[in-house]
């Protein structure tokens, strides 16, 4: 037990150091070092690499970590000079608004090719409509208000189309709720989407084994890849 626990010691420092490195070595190279890119090179669990990384920034002070539009975390070197840091964090700052454009310009097609589907196959699909503040935002993307918070949403989440179809005469009409995302999609992906419908005012409801969706609420995630690696278990 003692040498198990010294080889996990001795594996975790390892990537300290190598997190040290990497960071060291883009700065020399006058550019910051993203998150992911790190976990990446790591090759361990997202755990596994957070903790290093926090390890990493306890012990070796001259190393930074900034936050881009509040959500990118970038990691740098004291060793960068005030005006070379600038100017890195003005080219990351540009890099990220072209790419999250495409990528979102990309997802809304994505979304686009979904309904279109649903339009084109289901017989009878009478679709939710909801007037936002935002202009030109799709009035079929729905707006759900939640009871508790959902993955750092407080009030509201969004989910990209509410659909009716009743299957046959005096039958309650089934009510479909549609969540689409371009690229990798993981288990953490799908488990949010059904717990914002667990706590949202319209889909969720209170039982005696705790929140649910309610009866007659079919959840669809539409992606293009999900992740091989994950299982999605099932209560039934």
């Given at each position: 037990?003692?040498?198990?626990?010294?080889?996990?010691?001795?594996?975790?420092?390892?990537?300290?150091?190598?997190?040290?490195?990497?960071?060291?070595?883009?700065?020399?190279?006058?550019?910051?070092?993203?998150y992911?890119?790190?976990?990446?090179?790591?090759?361990?669990?997202?755990?596994?690499?957070?903790?290093?990384?926090?390890?990493?920034l306890?012990?070796?002070?001259?190393?930074?970590?900034?936050?881009?539009?509040?959500?990118?975390?970038?990691?740098?070197?004291?060793?960068?000079?005030?005006?070379?840091?600038?100017?890195?964090?003005?080219?990351?700052?540009?890099?990220?608004?072209?790419?999250?454009?495409?990528?979102?310009?990309?997802?809304?097609?994505?979304?686009?090719?979904?309904?279109?589907?649903?339009?084109?196959?289901?017989?009878?699909?009478?679709?939710?409509?909801?007037?936002?503040?935002?202009?030109?935002?799709?009035?079929?993307?729905?707006?759900?208000?939640?009871?508790?918070?959902?993955?750092?949403?407080?009030?509201?989440?969004?989910?990209?189309?509410?659909?009716?179809?009743?299957?046959?005469?005096?039958?309650?009409?089934?009510?479909?709720?549609l969540?689409?995302?371009?690229?990798?999609?993981?288990?953490?992906?799908?488990?949010d989407?059904?717990?914002?419908?667990?706590?949202?005012?319209?889909?969720?409801?209170?039982?005696?084994?705790?929140?649910?969706v309610?009866q007659?609420?079919?959840?669809?995630?539409?992606?293009?890849?999900?992740?091989?690696?994950?299982?999605?278990?099932?209560?039934?």
């Amino acid at each position: 037990m003692a040498l198990t626990g010294r080889v996990a010691a001795s594996s975790f420092m390892e990537r300290v150091h190598r997190v040290r490195d990497m960071i060291i070595e883009h700065s020399k190279l006058r550019r910051l070092v993203g998150y992911p890119y790190l976990r990446n090179k790591l090759g361990c669990t997202k755990h596994e690499a957070q903790r290093a990384v926090t390890k990493a920034l306890q012990l070796y002070t001259d190393l930074r970590e900034v936050k881009l539009f509040d959500a990118y975390r970038y990691y740098y070197h004291t060793s960068l000079e005030k005006e070379e840091l600038q100017a890195t964090l003005t080219m990351k700052e540009n890099y990220i608004r072209i790419a999250k454009g495409r990528d979102n310009r990309i997802g809304h097609n994505w979304e686009a090719v979904a309904e279109w589907y649903i339009d084109r196959f289901t017989t009878g699909a009478h679709f939710w409509t909801q007037n936002h503040r935002t202009k030109g935002m799709d009035q079929r993307r729905i707006t759900l208000h939640l009871i508790k918070g959902v993955g750092g949403r407080r009030m509201s989440a969004e989910v990209d189309r509410v659909w009716e179809v009743t299957l046959r005469l005096f039958a309650p009409p089934v009510t479909y709720v549609l969540s689409c995302k371009w690229g990798l999609v993981n288990k953490r992906d799908v488990d949010d989407f059904l717990e914002v419908l667990r706590w949202s005012k319209e889909f969720g409801v209170d039982t005696p084994d705790g929140r649910s969706v309610k009866q007659g609420v079919v959840s669809v995630f539409a992606a293009g890849v999900f992740n091989p690696k994950e299982i999605v278990r099932l209560k039934d």
